[in-house]
């Protein structure tokens, strides 16, 4: 079992920064692929960043060059660093961890960038 929680969300304006944070209890993280995502009212939930048990990472195409995933095993912590921050990247952002047999997910923080 991992109880993840979500921080670090807030109101920023267009072309800030942000940094989340994704901290697990119970198991530790190093044996799932962790990832966030962001959902918009009304619209599906969406991958934004991936980093699996190796440390190879994946982005959604907006958000390439702008944001960084990294995870830090030893803290039980899920990191996502926003930088250049667009409106359209305003949402609630959700951890998640998984493997073969298992999904968690966060409660979710909320991101919010003005124009």
């Given at each position: 079992?991992?109880?993840?929680?979500?921080?670090?969300?807030?109101?920023?304006?267009?072309?800030?920064?942000?940094?989340?944070?994704?901290?697990?209890?119970?198991?530790?993280?190093s044996?799932?692929?962790?990832?966030?995502?962001?959902?918009?009212?009304?619209?599906?939930?969406?991958?934004?960043?991936?980093?699996?048990?190796?440390?190879?990472?994946?982005?959604?195409?907006?958000?390439?060059?702008?944001?960084?995933?990294?995870?830090?095993?030893?803290?039980?912590?899920?990191?996502l660093?926003?930088?250049?921050?667009?409106?359209?990247?305003?949402?609630?952002?959700?951890?998640?961890?998984?493997?073969?047999?298992?999904?968690?997910?966060?409660?979710?923080?909320?991101?919010?960038?003005?124009?």
């Amino acid at each position: 079992q991992v109880h993840l929680v979500e921080s670090g969300g807030g109101l920023v304006q267009s072309g800030g920064s942000l940094r989340l944070s994704c901290a697990a209890s119970g198991t530790g993280i190093s044996v799932y692929t962790m990832s966030w995502y962001r959902q918009v009212p009304g619209k599906e939930r969406e991958l934004v960043a991936e980093v699996d048990t190796y440390g190879t990472t994946t982005y959604e195409d907006s958000v390439k060059g702008r944001f960084t995933i990294s995870r830090n095993n030893d803290m039980n912590t899920l990191f996502l660093e926003m930088t250049r921050l667009k409106p359209e990247d305003t949402a609630d952002y959700y951890c998640q961890g998984y493997n073969r047999r298992e999904i968690y997910w966060g409660q979710g923080t909320q991101v919010t960038v003005s124009s």
